[in-house]
């Protein structure tokens, strides 16, 4: 039964509305509240502008129930009947309008049909008239009802249709609102390839962890897990291909965990696992190796096969670290620690190991700053022929001009850097430079010896020769200006490819040279299958010739077996006018050592090679 008003009440109940509508506009855009908490609040102002009302909001669940979003005046016995309710078309209005998808204004509750199944309810609880409007989400898909239900019977008048309409509208903005800041967050907190969970995430998780730990004693652990040739594959195959490797990872992770462990991706190849309820460590290592064991088959992918390799690092709480900060720390360098130890493989933090990772750690970090700071030079040691001063060749030595340690020498670095990605960066430097400097000679018309210079495992890769050859014709460097010195270590770990390597590049003029030799284990017939020129005598048995009769038969030895397979000999670290004549009467080739030239820096063999020329 609706009473008309007179015009200026009702301009007064419009300016209400109106106000009522753009303070929770306003409220809506700048968040704030939860979602209960915003809707209680516009069913409470909506029945004070609807005296004697009582309003509720519900919201459609899994497409066929109903739950009570918020009815702040609604008696409890009749909000529990509600909740969780099958929909059904004789339960009510807000039944019925989301049902139908329209507004259902029931004008007495105990008559309708469409109250029928739940007229007592409505008896017990004095309800008469029932108005729902459907909330309607972009304007077509319904996703609840706003209702407004009164002690009496009757139809709603303009202003109250209003009133429902407005309140409606407003509960689908709050809505989509939500949905929307949730997604939001989703997106920020988790990774979009995977749909893992991120870094951000993980620092509240283990805030989280670390309490449930605190309160079960029970130790948790947290993994990290790095893909060891995810560099590799990317470079190899592609991006996109990377992205299926890693999808592909995960599964494979994931069949390997228990329920309710947690994956985080942290960065590129990195997972962190967040692993509770552990009885012992001894349960993280056999995770681990489940781990491991998952990965020894290839993943196929596209008709391709890789073989995906993990280094995984392990820190317990509370046994490593007690906040999680250090927990990731120490589990970072768990990690490095598999790394360095051969990868594929698994480590737990050791705080003992801890000191020594961590300054290789930095170290590499200071090697990545010098390299960005220029502060590599490339030095030279002369190589004479041991009967005259003949140059026969100049070895180029990396220095480190460390801005606080002065000269470091590669000893120190280099041994870090193969065990990093950062010894392609370093060898591609000193190439380069070697190149650079040695056409700068010869277009000065200098009579250069040949530039030796020394190669790393990571170098010798199948497309090694054509890079090089590449580089070489880039910066216009003669290839028999070069020399290059290799390890027998370095050769045997790389077996017949890298022989195949070194052959290519002996067919183009590159002259090579056996370093450090001695200290390997080569056999002969291995040696017979390189394809040198030159054994350069390890420093070692040169040092003690004039004490050391073993060293003496050592080195006699070494050269007649040289000799015997068509190479040249060098010694290297000759200090002593005796060791020069020992090495000369046993038919040594060539001296590099000291006791002629130490290694130096680049203006200072110019002067030498200009001196020669003169
Ligand atoms: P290496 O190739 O066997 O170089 C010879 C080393 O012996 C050089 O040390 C040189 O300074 C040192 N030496 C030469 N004559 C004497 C001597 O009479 N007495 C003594 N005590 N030492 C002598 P350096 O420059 O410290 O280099 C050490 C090693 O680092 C090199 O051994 C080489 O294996 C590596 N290295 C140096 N530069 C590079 C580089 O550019 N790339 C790579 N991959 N490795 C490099
Ligand atoms: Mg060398
Ligand atoms: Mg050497």
């Given at each position: 039964m609706?009473?008309?008003?007179?015009?200026?009440?009702?301009?007064?109940?419009?300016?209400?509305?109106?106000?009522?509508?753009?303070?929770?506009?306003?409220?809506?855009?700048?968040?704030?509240?939860?979602?209960?908490?915003?809707?209680?609040?516009?069913?409470?102002?909506?029945?004070?502008?609807?005296?004697?009302?009582?309003?509720?909001?519900?919201?459609?669940?899994?497409?066929?129930?109903?739950?009570?979003?918020?009815?702040?005046?609604?008696?409890?016995?009749?909000?529990?009947v509600y909740d969780n309710a099958i929909l059904s078309g004789s339960a009510g209005s807000f039944v019925v309008s989301i049902l139908e998808g329209s507004a259902c204004l029931i004008e007495d509750a105990w008559r309708d049909p469409r109250w029928s199944s739940r007229r007592e309810l409505a008896e017990a609880h004095d309800i008469r008239a029932s108005w729902s409007q459907p909330v309607m989400m972009d304007g077509a898909l319904v996703s609840g009802s706003f209702t407004l239900m009164l002690p009496r019977p009757g139809l709603p008048d303009e202003f109250q249709q209003s009133v429902l309409q407005v309140c409606a509208n407003l509960t689908a903005l709050l809505w989509r609102h939500q949905a929307h800041t949730r997604q939001m967050w989703h997106l920020a907190h988790h990774d979009r390839?995977?749909?893992?969970?991120?870094?951000?995430?993980?620092?509240?998780?283990?805030?989280?962890?670390?309490?449930?730990?605190?309160?079960?004693?029970?130790?948790?652990?947290?993994?990290?897990?790095?893909?060891?040739?995810?560099?590799?594959?990317?470079?190899?195959?592609?991006?996109?291909?990377?992205?299926?490797?890693?999808?592909?990872?995960?599964?494979?992770?994931?069949?390997?965990?228990?329920?309710?462990?947690?994956?985080?991706?942290?960065?590129?190849?990195?997972?962190?696992?967040?692993?509770?309820?552990?009885?012992?460590?001894?349960?993280v290592d056999a995770i681990a190796r489940k781990l491991i064991a998952a990965f020894a088959a290839p993943l196929r992918i596209d008709e391709q096969t890789v073989t995906a390799r993990f280094s995984i690092g392990v820190s317990l709480y509370p046994q490593d670290a007690d906040n999680a900060q250090d927990l990731l720390k120490h589990a970072d360098i768990a990690m490095y620690q598999a790394k360095a130890g051969g990868k594929n493989d698994v480590h737990f933090f050791e705080p003992a190991l801890a000191k020594r990772i961590q300054r290789r750690m930095q170290m590499e970090q200071e090697i990545r700053r010098g390299l960005q700071r220029d502060e590599f030079e490339l030095y030279f040691q002369p190589q004479y022929l041991a009967d005259s001063d003949e140059m026969a060749s100049l070895e180029?030595?990396?220095?480190?001009?460390?801005?606080?340690?002065?000269?470091?020498?590669?000893?120190?670095?280099?041994?870090?850097?193969?065990?990093?990605?950062l010894i392609r960066e370093l060898s591609l430097l000193v190439f380069h430079e070697l190149c650079r400097i040695g056409r700068i000679w010869l277009d000065r018309g200098y009579e250069i010896p040949r530039l030796?210079?020394?190669?790393?495992?990571?170098?010798?890769?199948?497309?090694?020769?054509?890079?090089?050859?590449?580089?070489?014709?880039?910066?216009?460097?003669?290839?028999?200006?070069?020399?290059?010195?290799?390890?027998?270590?370095?050769?045997?770990?790389?077996?017949?490819?890298?022989?195949?390597?070194?052959?290519?590049?002996?067919?183009?003029?590159?002259?090579?040279?056996?370093?450090?030799?001695?200290?390997?284990?080569?056999?002969?017939?291995?040696?017979?299958?390189?394809?040198?020129?030159?054994?350069?005598?390890?420093?070692?048995?040169?040092?003690?010739?004039?004490?050391?009769?073993?060293?003496?038969?050592?080195?006699?030895?070494?050269?007649?077996?040289?000799?015997?397979?068509?190479?040249?000999?060098?010694?290297?670290?000759?200090?002593?006018?005796?060791?020069?004549?020992?090495?000369?009467?046993?038919?040594?080739?060539?001296?590099?050592?000291?006791?002629?030239?130490?290694?130096?820096?680049?203006?200072?063999?110019?002067?030498?090679?200009?001196?020669?020329?003169?």
């Open positions: 609706s009473v008309s008003l007179p015009d200026h009440s009702r301009q007064q109940q419009q300016l209400q509305l109106l106000q009522l509508q753009n303070a929770w506009l306003e409220r809506i855009l700048s968040g704030g509240r939860s979602e209960a908490g915003s809707l209680e609040g516009l069913c409470r102002e909506a029945e004070q502008l609807v005296p004697d009302a009582c309003a509720c909001v519900m919201r459609l669940v899994d497409s066929d129930r109903l739950s009570v979003a918020a009815a702040p005046s609604m008696p409890e016995p009749f909000r529990a390839l995977t749909g893992l969970p991120n870094r951000d995430y993980l620092d509240a998780e283990l805030e989280r962890a670390i309490l449930a730990s605190d309160r079960l004693g029970k130790p948790f652990a947290l993994m990290y897990i790095d893909l060891d040739n995810f560099k590799d594959i990317n470079d190899s195959f592609g991006h996109d291909f990377g992205d299926r490797v890693l999808l592909e990872a995960l599964r494979r992770i994931r069949a390997s965990l228990r329920e309710g462990d947690m994956i985080f991706r942290h960065g590129g190849d990195e997972f962190l696992l967040i692993l509770e309820n552990l009885e012992d460590a001894l349960a180029a030595l990396l220095r480190w001009n460390h801005p606080e340690r002065g000269l470091v020498l590669p000893g120190e670095f280099i041994p870090v850097a193969e065990k990093s990605s030796a210079v020394n190669m790393s495992t990571a170098q010798l890769t199948e497309a090694c020769n054509d890079r090089l050859q590449m580089l070489l014709e880039k910066t216009g460097m003669p290839a028999d200006r070069i020399e290059i010195e290799v390890t027998e270590t370095l050769v045997m770990n790389r077996g017949d490819s890298g022989v195949r390597e070194l052959q290519k590049m002996r067919d183009q003029g590159i002259q090579l040279a056996l370093d450090d030799f001695g200290t390997g284990y080569s056999s002969l017939s291995q040696l017979k299958k390189m394809p040198i020129h030159k054994l350069k005598i390890d420093r070692s048995f040169v040092m003690d010739l004039e004490q050391d009769e073993d060293d003496r038969v050592i080195v006699r030895t070494i050269i007649a077996m040289g000799r015997n397979l068509g190479l040249e000999i060098v010694a290297e670290g000759v200090e002593t006018a005796f060791q020069q004549q020992f090495l000369l009467d046993n038919g040594c080739d060539y001296i590099q050592g000291f006791y002629r030239a130490r290694p130096m820096p680049v203006e200072q063999v110019e002067k030498l090679l200009f001196r020669s020329e003169s």
